[in-house]
């Protein structure tokens, strides 16, 4: 049965995006990652926003840009939205409901992972209950301002048990599994 991954890279003071959703803050420190390039088999399909689908992309004008990991991973991408493009590009599914799209997202994935990609998807899940697993890859910058990783007004605690720590030339990377 496919578990439920919010991996994410993110700076040292908890953003996944720069001011504006600028995500060309990541470019260098996107170089080969053993962590990742081990984990991208591993994922069965991916469910992103629309925001996160639409939005900058760290590897603008290069050969991956525009695909899931800059093109190092293929597979069944679904994008959670109530505003389905009038022309829907090939090879992506879109979806206007939560249950439903995580739903397809673990059917497609089959006993590997739902690699989740947005802030207020991954927030979705956790609410839902259907957050399996958070991989963090901290790149060593601070942005000041952005998309947080987790935002909950009122706060909410999600508590996580450490599964590893993994150091790279790149960033540190933290592996999670949402406690129940």
């Known amino acids: 049965m496919a578990k439920v991954l919010y991996s994410v890279t993110m700076s040292v003071d ?3 995006t720069g001011p504006d959703g600028d995500m060309q803050w990541m470019r260098p420190y996107l170089g080969p990652d053993p ?4 984990l991208l088999p591993r994922i069965g399909s991916v469910l992103a926003g629309r925001r996160s689908h639409d939005g900058d992309d760290p590897h603008k004008g290069e050969a991956g840009e525009g695909q899931a990991f800059g093109g190092g991973w293929s597979g069944p991408l679904f994008v959670l939205t109530h505003r389905p493009p009038d022309t829907p590009e090939p090879g992506i599914t879109y979806v ?3 249950a439903k799209a995580l ?3 673990k059917e497609a994935a089959g006993d590997k992972y739902v690699n989740v990609i947005g802030a207020n998807i ?3 899940c956790i609410e839902a209950g259907e957050l399996d697993e958070v991989l963090l890859l901290f790149a060593p910058v601070m942005l000041g301002e952005g998309t947080r990783l987790f935002d909950h007004p009122g ?3 999600v508590r996580l ?3 590893s720590v993994t150091q790279t030339p790149l960033a540190t990377h933290l592996w999670f599994r949402v406690a129940d």
């Open 14 to 16: 908890g953003f996944i």
């Open 35 to 38: 962590e990742v390039e081990q």
């Open 96 to 98: 206007d409901e939560f």
């Open 103 to 105: 739903a397809v997202a």
């Open 122 to 124: 991954a927030k979705q």
């Open 155 to 157: 706060g909410h605690s």
């Open 161 to 163: 048990d450490r599964l």
